[in-house]
């Protein structure tokens, strides 16, 4: 079996570094979203009231897509719900510098999952604003939007919090990054990268019905409420986008060859009739599933980026039958698990593994890239 360096991590007891306490001023924090990763969010500043991690932090704004509410001396975040439903402000992304508007470091948390939000991150960050999100929309779809948010970077002196935007908070765009900037070069990337996936793959034994498998994630919040987002790899396409351009292969999203899980027979049909026609998805899986199990493999769905030189490389996401002792084939539950190759691993590649989907995880993720921000400024 090969060996490998392996950072394995449960991110919901992860805690800020020491210096993230250091800084004085509090840094003013909008919210964007209060779905389940939004409503994550609030519970976890709620606890931190009175302690130095909530004093680091001041709640100005709080907005969904329909209400918002703010306050110039910092919100509660146990009542920000309570307020959003009662005062019925309307929710207006124009608002939002003049709500944070004050000293302090000044922070967007993106917890939606809105193209309209995402359009408007490299045009607050080039006006000084920091932001920081799960929301893939920015920085996984088009080069040229990925370029203007680093250009947004640069012109406003801001930081990009994206921790959460692949893996639900582990450290793999901070590993890549911190490899590069010790001189190492990156010479692929491999992994799971979908939560809802890695459930359905490391559940799924054949016998049962693969559609029963997708209803039960789907039904425990594990897929999207429409599962063929999840099995379509439009998410893990996204994501290795990123992973790829952190790691300087700058591919536009048409260059990843993905290999979609739905079969023509479930991708026209409305959502409503989704239900129904799952089992369109039963024999493709069984014989997948029967012929991978014949040679000894197990099946994962990986995204992959291999032959990395001068900035250039090729990506895929799609169903794979890998060895049971593949750094890839084991894991758990929801877990992301993600091989780099470096120079520096080169034989053993490092594998950083850990919960990849989840509410506080991802509430957690983003909390942490807020406070190195707070932190630094």
């Known amino acids: 079996m090969t ?13 800020p570094e020491p210096s993230t306490l250091a800084a004085t001023v509090p840094a003013r924090v909008a919210l964007l979203g209060t779905g389940t990763v939004g409503t994550a969010v609030l519970q ?5 009231t009175g302690t130095p991690l909530g004093a680091r932090l001041s709640l100005v704004h709080v907005a969904n897509s329909r209400h918002a509410t703010s306050a110039a001396l910092g919100l509660a975040a146990h009542e920000a719900g309570g307020l959003l439903r009662s005062q019925h402000q309307p929710s207006r992304l124009d608002a939002l510098p003049a709500a944070l508007r004050g000293a302090g470091a000044q922070v967007v948390i993106d917890a939606t999952a809105s193209a309209a939000v995402a359009d408007r991150h490299a045009e607050w960050l080039a006006q000084g604003i920091h932001v920081v999100t799960a929301c893939k929309l920015g920085q996984g779809t088009d080069l040229a ?7 947004g970077c640069i012109r406003g002196n801001t930081a990009y919090g994206d ?9 793999l765009l901070r590993s890549i990054r911190g490899l590069q900037a ?8 491999a992994g799971v990268l979908s939560g809802s996936l890695a459930w359905l793959f490391n559940h799924y034994d054949g016998l049962r019905p693969f559609s029963g498998f997708v209803r039960e994630a789907r039904d425990a919040g594990y897929t999207e409420p429409d599962p063929r987002e999840d099995l379509s790899g439009e998410d893990v396409r996204r994501k290795i986008l990123i992973l790829a351009r952190s790691a300087g292969v700058e591919l536009e999203s048409n260059e990843v060859d993905v290999e979609s899980l739905v079969p023509p027979a479930l991708a026209g049909i409305p959502p409503a009739d989704v239900d129904a026609a799952l089992p369109f998805l039963d024999t493709p899986l069984r014989e997948r599933f029967a012929a991978a199990r014949k040679d000894g493999c197990k099946l994962r769905f990986i ?3 291999e032959n990395i030189r001068d900035g250039k490389g090729n990506a895929r996401v799609g169903l794979e039958a890998l060895p049971e002792d593949h750094p890839l084939a084991g894991g758990a539950g929801t877990d992301n698990k993600v091989a780099i190759w470096s120079d520096r691993y080169c034989q053993q590649p490092l594998v950083i593994q850990g919960p990849g989907a989840g509410a506080e995880v991802t509430a957690a993720g983003l909390l942490d890239d807020v406070l190195r921000i707070a932190a630094s400024a």
Do not use: C, E, F, K
């Open 3 to 15: 060996a490998v360096a392996t950072i394995r991590l449960d991110t919901r007891r992860a805690r």
């Open 44 to 48: 976890r500043l709620a606890q931190w």
């Open 303 to 305: 995204a992959r980026l």
């Open 145 to 151: 939007q990925w370029r203007r948010i680093r250009t």
């Open 163 to 171: 921790s959460a935007t692949v893996g639900a908070g582990l450290p």
């Open 182 to 189: 010790g001189g190492d070069r990156i010479h692929g990337i």
